[in-house]
């Protein structure tokens, strides 16, 4: 059996074939000017047989509907094939997916930005049945006078009763005059809140939402000292402090127990610190502790994480794990015993991610108190966690279940915290208070706990509790926390919410039901249309359309106009140019297309231009000839640049004439074709003489010359200079002869004077050093204008119009003086002596260089100095013998180039002779520029400094030299931390104005060096003023510094010092000052 021939996906076929047989047909139609039916077929490509398989959408086959829509499964990233998933996301944020889950299921807050410390606490007080009542309960008139209260009891409303999943928390935010985005304490968020509410509920006529935050929230403690020698407790012990929350050390605790033990733990005062009895009238031993009075119904403790690290003058957060049980038993801990079952049930748990203490989340774990079941509070976001406080069987890193222990195990803990036991008939009643079973839990970011009394017959007596907005006192019992009236004014206004969301719910869904169905809807016709649209048999009628259009119809949700004028020609026809950009339609598909969009023309299977086809043919004809032609003119011109043409009668350009020859041959004439004489053409009008730059010429034959003309003429017939012609014989324009004949006597005389100053300046001319002798005069002038005026007498052939001539050197020399003392702005040049003779040490990097007497004449003479204006200079003996340096102003010795490196290595041990100036040398102005230099240098940004870590005690030797000197600033360095063979080594972007500070926090992030940690180095200098800038230090780009690590702190995260500066730099010591929270209580009424 045969292979089946199949048709490759992705290869696009060549288009010589086609080409060729539609050329022959051409010509054919322009021999014998008749056009046959098979002739259409082939121009039009009818015959192609329908296409199916390839992707891409084949211009060669008008039968070739491929590509035009995606594959079954596929998409494409527009238009009406685009995901279902983008299109309905398109649409906008749906309103639904904000709908809350069941009426059983809190609602989150929006963290507007830092505001996650208020959400919690927040959600904290709604979720507490007594606290909620208490808000809800309050007289509308009151609520109206206390903006704080009215939006605290709407945030309340709206998380009781609202269909959205999560509430905007910015009008409560707002009212406090909050900044969301500075991160704060949610302890004193909570303490300030509710001293505020405290304030605001007082207004209140309804007792129990007027007392509501002091019946929750509020117990008393006293600070009891006891003399030892009298056994009384002072006057102070008897006075109670009111408390809003329990503050307990966690550093180096592991549960609330020893926690509390801490707290109430006796203080013993002796020696230095003993007490002074009033009654005993002198200063004794004694003991303090603090005695809890009073529990609140709900009891608060804050977990101390926060720690103060002198060494290091931060704050640490302590990540240590801390348990904490199920249900606390406080009868033990009060100061005096008591009937009531104080016993608590855990209730909430605050907890605070992250290492930094200024920085990190707040998230709340609250329990139900009707249903029992813990939910995540984590702003928007709202978990069910079960019946434990971090989820059923939670085991992970930071929080988890820790153990259940049988309740009978209490009794001696108890019994032993405070020196005596439990009878017989109080541990019955603890044990059937607590259960059986007690649960602990650890968390390593716990930062406050919440307890809630267990309610018994015993404490409800004694603590009514409020619902709805009357006073009702009820025993042992509870209602449903949705079963909870709103207040009349929140009814309403929750009502109107609820049926806007509704509604905004309801528009989305038909939006998206009529959007989905459209799109599926138009999927279902271009499908349907593209089954229809191939042609079945050349006898069966079609028509013609615009690929243009059908990609647009099968790609825009809403296609356009059916539009066929792109394939028109001016006849109104279709021409066989456009068999590319036009498909066959069946007349089933087409009248589909019509019947539906309109537009048009209707374009059928005899619609073939028949005069477009014979002017076609007549082109291809045309064109045939002239590749012909221009194969010959080729040769010709080959021969005329090879020298092989020897009757050349008109001149054209050799430069065009090359770049002619080399182009592809082309069926007609292109701009490039324009212009053969234009660059041979002066400005004139006229033939360029040839010694211009860029007017070479040659000869080319008549029949060349005209090929050439009728092309430029085609291309350019409107050209008002027209393709200027120059036979032979023409002659060359003599007005640019004339420029041209002055330019080359102006170069000849230049050239002239530029030899002759070669000839008497010939060691300066070839930068040889000038042997120097003591006592004798010679002259200084800048290095830089003898490096212009050598650059400039040596130039030759095309260096010469680049050469820049020096500036007259009268002006040279005066600035080189200061306008305020006319004295020297510069030094001279250091001395060297070699083989006896001395020489200038490095005229190449010198400011000034010396000269002969006879050389500063002739350039006085040649550069238009005075010689009198001159910088004179004679070279002193210094501590050296006249005799070692021989020579005299007369004599001429050996002649050296000037290398400095060569004359440094012979350099001899002697002292350098001195060179005095006239006029002398002005220090003052010299000093003041050197400063403003070494300013601007130091004034840097965005430069590149090196810093290297170094391990072990001492740098290596090569560390060292490259700390000493500065590399090159303007290299490019990665700054990615590299390792050597002594350390780590990084680049660091910085500026003049970077503190070391700064920099030792960059060598943090970069090397994961403690700032405490580092000995920071330049050479062999510390830098340790941490305050200074590296300008203040002569720190400059390219400079190498190096590291040491001392170890003596231990390692801590960069995120908690970067945490500290942004919240010093935001003001956070003031906390809640400028905000409604520690504003007077005039400012909340309104």
């Known amino acids: 059996m045969s292979r089946p021939t199949t048709r490759s996906k992705n290869k696009r076929h060549r288009q010589g074939d086609n080409v060729n047989i539609t050329s022959e047909i051409m010509r054919k139609i322009h021999a014998t000017g008749e056009i046959t039916n098979d002739d259409i077929n082939q121009l039009y490509v009818i015959q192609k047989p329908v296409c199916q398989g390839c992707r891409v959408n084949t211009k060669d086959n008008p039968n070739c509907f491929c590509g035009l829509i995606p594959p079954p499964n596929g998409s494409r990233k527009s238009g009406l094939w685009q995901k279902l998933s983008d299109i309905v996301q398109a649409l906008g944020p749906d309103p639904c997916k904000d709908l809350r889950a069941s009426a059983d299921s809190p609602a989150g807050l929006t963290n507007l930005g830092a505001t996650c410390y208020a959400n919690s606490i927040l959600q904290y007080l709604y979720m507490n049945t007594s606290f909620r009542e208490g808000v809800f309960s309050v007289e509308p008139e009151v609520l109206k006078q206390h903006p704080v209260l009215d939006q605290l009891a709407r945030l309340f409303a709206q998380l009781h009763a609202s269909k959205m999943a999560f509430i905007d928390s910015a009008p409560f935010i707002k009212t406090l005059e909050l900044d969301n985005g500075v991160q704060q304490d949610s302890l004193e968020f909570l303490t300030l809140l509710l001293s505020l509410l405290e304030r605001c509920l007082s207004h209140s006529k309804v007792s129990k939402a007027r007392t509501v935050v ?364 456009k068999v590319g950009s036009m498909k066959r339609l069946s007349a089933e598909a087409w009248t589909k297309l019509f019947s539906k969009y309109g537009g048009g023309p209707t374009l059928t299977n005899d619609d ?134 002055e330019v080359a006597c102006l170069e000849d005389s230049l050239r002239a004077v530029k030899l002759k100053q070669r000839q008497t300046h010939e060691k300066l001319a070839m930068g040889k050093s000038i042997p120097l002798s003591l006592h004798c005069t010679y002259y200084l002038v800048p290095s830089s204008w003898l490096t212009k005026w050598r650059n400039y007498v040596i130039a030759s052939g ?87 340096l021989g020579g005299s102003c007369e004599e001429t010795t050996s002649e050296e180039h000037l290398n400095p490196q060569d004359e440094v290595n012979n350099e001899t041990e002697t002292r350098q002779p001195i060179i005095r100036t006239c006029p002398e040398i002005c220090e003052d102005c010299i000093g003041e520029r050197e400063s403003c230099k070494l300013m601007q240098k130091l004034n840097y940004s965005n430069g590149d400094i090196y810093v290297s870590l170094v391990r072990g005690k001492e740098a290596p030797r090569s560390i060292l030299e490259a700390s000493e000197t500065a590399s090159e600033p303007d290299r490019r360095a990665s700054k990615r931390s590299r390792k050597t063979s002594y350390g780590n080594s990084v680049n660091l972007k910085v500026s003049g104005s970077t503190s070391v500070y700064q920099l030792k926090m960059m060598i943090w992030e970069s090397l994961g060096v403690v700032k405490e940690n580092q000995i920071l180095h330049k050479g062999s200098r510390i830098l340790d003023q941490e305050s200074a800038t590296l300008a203040d230090l002569n720190i400059f780009p390219g400079d190498k510094l190096w590291v040491q690590d001392s170890e003596i702190h231990e390692h801590r995260d960069i995120a908690d010092e970067l945490a500290d500066q942004k919240m010093t730099a935001q003001h956070a010591e003031e906390g809640f000052r400028g905000t409604l929270l520690t504003a007077n209580i005039s400012s909340q009424v309104v």
Not at 406 to 419: D, R, S, V
Not at 644 to 649: A, N, R, S, V, Y
Not at 826 to 850: M, V
Request: hydrophobic share 35%; proline share 4%.
């Open 608 to 741: 073939y231009c028949m005069a477009c086809l014979i002017d076609g043919a007549q082109s291809v004809v045309f064109a045939d000839s002239y590749r012909d032609r221009r194969t010959l003119m080729r040769d010709l011109a080959s021969d005329v640049l090879t020298g092989k043409c020897l009757d050349g009668t008109y001149y054209v350009s050799k430069t065009w004439l090359q770049q002619w020859v080399r182009r592809k041959n082309l069926d007609a004439p292109s701009e490039a074709d324009a212009g053969p004489t234009v660059s041979i053409r002066c400005t004139h009008g006229q033939l360029m003489p040839e010694q211009a730059p860029g007017a070479k010429r040659v000869l080319v034959s008549e029949k060349l010359w005209l090929f050439f003309y009728e092309d430029a003429i085609a291309v350019k017939p409107d050209d008002p200079l027209g393709c200027k012609t120059f036979p032979l014989g023409s002659e060359q324009c003599p007005q640019c002869c004339v420029e041209l004949s």
């Open 214 to 577: 002091q019946d929750l929230f509020r117990g008393s403690v006293s600070h009891v000292t006891m003399c030892s020698k009298c056994g009384r407790d002072s006057e102070a012990s008897s006075k109670m402090e009111d408390f809003y929350e329990l503050e307990l050390n966690v550093k180096g605790l592991k549960s609330l127990d020893e926690s509390l033990d801490d707290y109430l733990n006796v203080e013993e005062l002796h020696g230095e610190n003993q007490y002074f009895c009033e009654l005993c009238k002198v200063r004794v031993d004694a003991i303090r502790s603090i005695k809890l009075r009073i529990l609140p119904e709900v009891l608060n403790f804050q977990l101390k994480r926060c720690v103060f690290l002198p060494k290091t003058t931060t704050k640490k957060k302590i990540t240590s794990a801390f348990c904490f049980p199920g249900v606390l038993d406080m009868r033990q801990r009060l100061s005096e015993p008591s009937q009531l079952d104080w016993v608590y049930d855990l209730s909430a748990v605050l907890i605070h991610k992250g290492t930094a203490v200024n920085s990190g989340h707040y998230i709340a774990h609250i329990k139900d108190e009707n249903t029992g079941q813990w939910w995540e509070f984590d702003d928007e976001h709202v978990s069910n966690l079960g019946l434990h406080p971090f989820g059923e069987g939670s085991s992970n890193s930071t929080s988890k279940v820790v153990h259940s222990e049988p309740a009978a195990g209490t009794e001696e803990k108890h019994g032993l915290t405070n020196g005596d036991h439990m009878d017989a008939v109080q541990l019955q009643s603890f044990k059937s208070s607590i259960g059986s079973h007690v649960e602990t839990f650890s968390s390593n970011d716990a930062y406050m706990l919440m307890y809630n009394l267990r309610r018994t017959k015993k404490v409800d007596e004694k603590i009514p509790v409020v619902f709805g907005a009357s006073k009702i006192e009820i025993e042992g019992c509870e209602s449903n926390s949705h079963d909870t009236s709103l207040p009349s004014h929140l009814f309403k206004e929750i009502n109107e919410l609820n049926a806007s969301y509704l509604e905004a719910c309801k528009r989305y869904k038909l939006k998206k039901d009529s959007e989905l169905n459209h799109i599926t809807g138009r999927r279902q016709e271009v499908r349907s249309v593209l089954s229809e649209a191939p042609v079945r048999s050349f006898e069966e009628p079609f028509y013609w359309a615009s690929i243009d259009w059908l990609r647009q119809w099968a790609d825009n949700i809403t296609p356009p106009i059916l539009d066929n004028t792109l394939i028109q020609c001016s006849h109104g026809k279709v021409p066989v140019s």
């Open 798 to 884: 095309k260096n010469i119009s680049s050469s820049v001539e020096p500036e007259t050197l009268d002006f040279v020399i005066e600035s080189l003086k200061c306008e305020k003392h006319l004295r020297l702005l510069e030094r001279p040049p250091d001395l060297i002596s070699k083989r006896g003779i001395l020489f200038q040490k490095g005229s190449t990097t010198d400011g000034l260089t010396i000269i002969t007497e006879n050389d500063w004449n002739n350039f006085c003479e040649e550069w238009g100095g005075n010689k009198d204006k001159c910088i004179s200079a004679i070279i002193e003996p210094g501590n050296v013998a006249e005799n070692n």
